[in-house]
């Protein structure tokens, strides 16, 4: 991995991520919403070969349904993975507005949205995703909720937070490295992320993330975001990728300030 300059001399960060979080949609046990999108995914993934770009997929556990129900889409995804894209998660634990329906809180049993225990969610997700394994995710109600197995924790929201060193951190009682992202939304102010990416140093990690929902809205955004990375010699990889050879190559730091979703996020 090889941090380029560009004609007028700028560094680029040691690499970019683009992370697609694939939502829930309201009820946790219809999948109409999965269905809705599923087009507005395949449309990613063509722009995304042709620009190679390798994205990362964390999704909601009712998209796991939704996919393993059907062989032809279980085997596309399983095709993407084999070109270098990566499936990892993205939890709405009960502290979310739109909760997946799956948590380790106890009591909430009897709720007509509950679903099951992380590890009833883990077993999904893991089907999902073999022969591979879940590495990184976005997770919320860390306290309770932090599945065993993912190392790598992505979180933010504010452009900000998408330009950074790792660090190592503490989260549900786990150690784990984690990478701070910005959220680019439809209507998001994309100048505002060129500005900070312009900001980035040769240790530093930018990421953003974005929803299936704001692509298919516009996916100028995200094709403007693509062009302008590689304008600047940059590349996009995915997050475990990234990391993987991030610590063959930097030491990472201990921070007893990781970026949570309450904390950073909700708040916003």
Known sequence: MTNFKSANCESNPYSTFIIIHLEVGGDTKSLEY?????????DLFLLAKRCNIKLTLQFNPQWAEYILEDKYKFNLLKEWQENGHE???????????????????RGIENSPQYRG???????????????????????????????????????GIQ?????????????????????GMGFLSFNGD????????????????????????????NPEIIKDWFRFIKSRGGNIETVSEIINSYLERYPVEYSDSPLTFLKNVAIS
Not at 34 to 42: A, D, E, G, R
Not at 87 to 105: A, E, I, K, Q, S
Not at 120 to 144: H, Q, V
Not at 200 to 208: K, P, Q, R
């Open 34 to 42: 999965q269905k809705t999108f599923w087009p507005t995914l395949i």
């Open 87 to 105: 499936v990892g998660l993205h939890h709405h634990g009960y502290d979310h507005p739109t909760w997946n329906g799956y948590t380790n809180r």
């Open 117 to 155: 225990t992380v590890k009833d969610m883990m077993k999904l997700m893991r089907e999902l995703a073999n022969p591979y394994e879940i590495l990184c995710g976005t997770i919320t109600d860390e306290e309770f909720d932090y599945p065993e197995g993912v190392k790598y924790d992505t979180e």
């Open 159 to 179: 452009v900000y937070h998408g330009r950074g060193k790792l660090k190592r951190v503490f989260l549900g009682g786990r150690e784990l490295i984690q990478a």
């Open 190 to 217: 994309i100048e505002d992320f060129k500005e900070e990416y312009n900001r980035t140093e040769e240790e530093e990690v930018f990421g953003i993330v974005t929803h299936e929902s704001d692509f298919a809205k």
